[in-house]
């Protein structure tokens, strides 16, 4: 019995390895989880409306799916990488060497990042120093040197906060929204001390690890990258804060309500308008080489940057998608369809 | 002397029996203290059970059922077979949103203003068409006659018939408008809403929209993985356990080994993950996000459980049987084929299947090898792209939709149903073929 179950095993196996070598014809998207639940309703949408199979949409993070993407052509390697920021000039490079010289950047919409607690608890009117002040490691003294973060609760911050412990419930480093934060809503309100913002054009390195460093004693606690997760926890602790993507409070309006940033509330409007202070845009990539190899993939492309999709009144718009304006859909619409390749990003 | 009788002073020396009946109680109260806390760690224990099955339950039954909205279809010949030919084709490119919308439209005939009539339609969801489309395209004999067929509803109508969604909250406060809720009551009076069996979870691959999401996709895909893994690391893990207890000499070689064995049982899953992703994908290039890859990976990582518990099956089959069967003049493959590893195969089973459970619920080397993806295609074989049904899991955890919640508890459940059932196989299994000496 053993004899024939290994011989049986061995086959497979090896028809199996046989076999993978052929022509590919679903398309395969690696890339961002911010991107994901946007990539997976065009991939959903395009399977079921068109004679091609639906896509494979991997969510591997950024990152990752830059490593992916720029390993090589041919069909093992995916078609299509989502970002939730732009490609590096170190990847678009990388993807250069292994030949694929000609990939088109297709950008998609906004996602703001919102700050929110409980219904139940006080609707706060943040800034981005105070975010800075709170959550920094290290916050400037005054005199030009820095000390371990003393700021216990958020009037310490600032008098107009209410008198509550800083808690602040956020993803961990390996998540995009964790970078685009730290860009957007650190160095914003790094920003607002002069010296620091000096001290970007002659140190670099000591800048980015003084705003970026999140305080690392129970202040800011990492909730892993649920964030279905954070909004439960909010629930249960009306004094605690959390940072999360926007289509997640917008589904949770009953629960849950959106600091506002600088006097910005988040909102649709503020989003797409660039009013709130913390959004960032989000990405597709597509490698031109593969175009005609695997089939649907301009289909695909087209049915991404149709208003039906990706319009403001568009299914994605439904998933929480902030849309570009009018006029900058339209002409990345327009080279996208004619997968105009990028130049090197600076 | 040896009893001497009690004296009136307490100095005289002490009996042995007395020291004894003066610890006595001592020892009882050791006794029954150690028992409590026993009790109570078994307690402790079955509670969190109780709270885990409770919760996930509590959240997840309710998505064994799916509502639905009656509607009075027509099915106009016009619009769905205009030449009449009932070509499949003609069928099957039909515009059945149109006849489900003016379905719906008629049930509210004050309705003209646009947006209004965007809220309308956006209470059914956007896979009634195709559901309706299935209905037509197997009995095409209802084409040109008015049926009253049950529609999908959206989400969000089913979370707020399932009072997942407060009615009585503010407007502003809540997905659903206030138009729309009145829609849902008056549809409600007029018995047109109804929960029925989900049976969309169960026959459906995964979806971005939560009431056409099912774990049809996740489930063969996980049930390709197990069986593939069973097919490659029983018969290897049998046959290395049969090697090391029975052929291999014993020196510092083989201890080496078994070592070894121990040590893998007891390493992380990611590592085998990364160990698939370099040696299966980078070096053998096998396609990610197959079923086959996951299979080879799993393997690697139950084989030390099926050869630990294969050794200790061989090891309880009592020497008489070998010596018996080399006595009467068997060869020692013989023996070991014909008498011992029918005797050490439940045991053996009983491993593998624990070590299949195990399988059947890790994600973590799955992340590595690209099965965290969105995969709507049910797979039907080892090389076609697939997800298993903890990914799933993990991935509608992840979804903003509220619905989800309750689906992602309703995946839980038949996740644990099956692991459930393959503990109790093993126990069965134990149970019948085991023989006692």
């Known amino acids: 019995m053993n004899k024939t179950l290994i011989t049986t095993a061995v086959v497979l196996a090896m028809s199996a390895l046989s076999t993978q070598a052929m022509a590919r014809d679903t398309i395969n998207i690696v890339g961002s989880s911010t991107v994901f639940p946007f990539s997976t309703a065009v991939a959903e949408t395009f399977g079921r409306t068109t004679s091609f199979k639906t896509p494979k949409v991997e969510s591997t993070g950024t990152g990752g799916g830059m490593k992916l993407f720029c390993a090589g052509v041919g069909v093992e390697h995916p078609d299509i990488a989502n970002a939730s920021r732009r490609m590096k000039a170190s990847e678009f490079e990388d993807c250069q060497k292994v030949g694929a010289k000609e990939i088109t950047e297709v950008k998609i919409g906004f996602d703001g990042i919102a700050i929110a607690n409980a219904k139940s608890a006080k609707h706060l009117d943040l800034t981005l120093k105070d975010l800075y002040l709170a959550l920094a490691k290290d916050i400037p003294n005054g005199n030009g040197d820095f000390v371990a973060n003393p700021n216990k609760t958020w009037k310490d911050v600032n008098a107009a906060l209410p008198d509550t412990k800083i808690e602040v419930l956020g993803p961990p480093p390996t998540s995009g929204t964790r970078d685009a934060f730290n860009e957007l809503a650190m160095e914003g309100g790094c920003n607002s001390f002069p010296e620091l913002k000096a001290l970007k054009k002659t140190d670099e390195k000591k800048y980015k690890a003084v705003c970026q460093g999140l305080r690392e004693d129970g202040a800011y606690i990492e909730a892993g990258e649920n964030d279905n997760l954070i909004v439960q926890k909010l629930v249960s602790n009306p004094r605690a804060l959390g940072i999360f993507g926007y289509s997640y409070l917008e589904q949770n309006t009953d629960k849950i309500q959106g600091s506002k940033v600088n006097g910005v509330e988040p909102t649709y409007e503020t989003i797409a308008s660039a009013a709130y202070p913390i959004s960032r845009a989000l990405f597709f990539y597509i490698k031109n080489a593969h175009v005609g190899t695997i089939p649907g993939i301009k289909e695909f492309v087209a049915e991404f940057t149709s208003d039906k999709a990706w319009g403001p009144e568009g299914y994605l718009a439904d998933k929480g998608l902030i849309s570009l304006p009018d006029a900058e859909r339209a002409s990345v619409a327009a080279s996208a369809k004619a997968l105009k390749p990028m130049s090197k990003p600076e | 002397m040896n009893n001497p009788a009690p004296t009136q002073s307490g100095a005289t020396p002490r009996r042995t029996i007395d020291i004894v009946n003066a610890s006595l109680k001592r020892r009882y109260a050791q006794e029954r203290r150690f028992r409590l806390v026993g009790v109570f760690a ?205 052929f291999a000499p014993k020196n510092r070689w083989t201890d080496l080994i078994e070592v070894n064995v121990n040590n893998l049982a007891a390493v992380p899953s990611i590592v085998f993950g990364l160990l698939g992703l370099a040696v299966f994908i980078g070096f053998f290039g096998v396609q990610r996000s197959t079923p086959l890859v996951a299979a080879l990976v799993m393997t690697i990582m139950t084989l030390p459980t099926i050869i630990i518990a294969s050794r200790v099956a061989l090891k309880s089959v009592p020497p008489s049987i070998r010596e018996a069967a080399l006595g009467i003049g068997a060869s020692p493959l013989q023996t070991q084929f014909h008498h011992v590893l029918p005797l050490a195969l439940p045991g053996m089973l009983t491993g593998a299947i624990i070590g299949m459970a195990r399988a059947l619920g890790e994600t973590a080397p799955l992340l590595m090898i690209g099965m965290i993806a969105f995969i709507v295609d049910i797979p039907h074989g080892f090389n076609d792209s697939a997800t298993v049904l903890p990914v799933q899991i993990y991935l509608w955890a992840d979804s903003p939709e509220r619905a989800f919640v309750e689906r992602t508890s309703a995946a839980i459940i038949v996740l644990l149903a099956f692991l459930f059932l393959m503990n109790l196989a093993a126990v069965l299994l134990r149970r019948k073929f085991e023989r006692r000496w």
């Not at chain 2, 408008?177 to 995964?206: C, P």
């Not at chain 2, 063969?220 to 290897?236: D, N």
């Open chain 2, 42 to 246: 078994v307690a402790l224990g079955l509670a969190f059970v109780v709270l885990l099955f409770t919760d996930i339950i509590s959240k997840g039954y309710t998505a064994f059922q799916q509502t639905y909205i009656r509607l009075p279809v027509t099915l106009s010949q016009d619009i769905i077979d205009p030449t009449g030919t009932r070509d499949l084709n003609a069928i099957s490119g039909a515009n059945y949103n149109k006849l489900i919308r003016d379905a719906l439209r008629q049930q509210f005939p004050e309705v003209t203003d646009r947006r209004e009539l965007r809220q309308i339609y956006a209470m059914l969801s956007i896979g009634a068409p195709q559901l309706l489309r299935e209905q037509v395209m197997a009995d095409p004999g209802l084409i040109g006659t008015t049926q009253e067929i049950w529609v999908l509803a959206d989400d969000e109508i089913d979370m707020l018939i399932k009072g997942n969604i407060d009615r009585h909250a503010a407007q502003s406060d809540r997905q659903v408008s206030d138009e729309t809720i009145a829609w849902v009551s008056r549809l409600e009076q007029q018995g047109r809403i109804a929960k029925h069996f989900n049976t969309i979870f169960f026959t459906h691959g995964t979806s971005r929209e939560p009431e056409l999401a099912g774990i049809a996709g996740a489930l063969m895909g996980s049930f390709y993985t197990l069986l593939l893994t069973l097919v490659l690391s029983f018969p290897i893990g049998v046959g290395a356990a049969l090697y090391l207890e029975e």
